[in-house]
């Protein structure tokens, strides 16, 4: 996705995917997602200076949450979600995400 910075300069951010899973059973209801919800968009705001969470999700299965992140840098990605595992007494699993023309530019063999 581009994203206007200012009128003459676009930055491309990219999504990263945190795949979470608590290593404690967590009561599972409306406000332990609220907190985790808050506590992701509060450490993204500081580490990522805007950068935002597009989706924070209760999923089934191996993983507690699905936490989608826009960001430019994969360093700040890394960098914020590592601080939500600690903070919440989690591992996360970061995989990069590409929407369809970054993928084909990837298999092309061709940075964007």
Do not use: C
């Not at 989706?55 to 949450?65: A, P, Q, R, V």
């Not at 700040?76 to 601080?83: G, H």
């Not at 970061?94 to 940075?111: C, F, N, T, Y």
């Amino acid at each position: 996705m581009l994203a206007p910075i200012n009128s003459k300069r676009r930055v491309i951010l990219t999504a990263y995917v945190g795949l979470l899973k608590f290593n404690e059973s967590p009561k599972r209801d409306d406000s332990t997602a609220l907190t985790v919800g808050r506590t992701a968009r509060a450490i993204a705001s500081v580490e990522g200076h805007g950068d935002t969470f597009l989706s924070i999700l209760w999923s089934e299965g191996e993983y507690d949450m699905v936490l989608t992140l826009e960001t430019t840098d994969q360093g700040i990605a890394t960098s914020v979600f590592e601080k939500l595992a600690a903070q919440e007494n989690a591992t996360v699993t970061v995989l990069r995400a590409l929407v369809g023309w970054e993928k084909r530019l990837a298999i092309q063999g061709k940075s964007f």
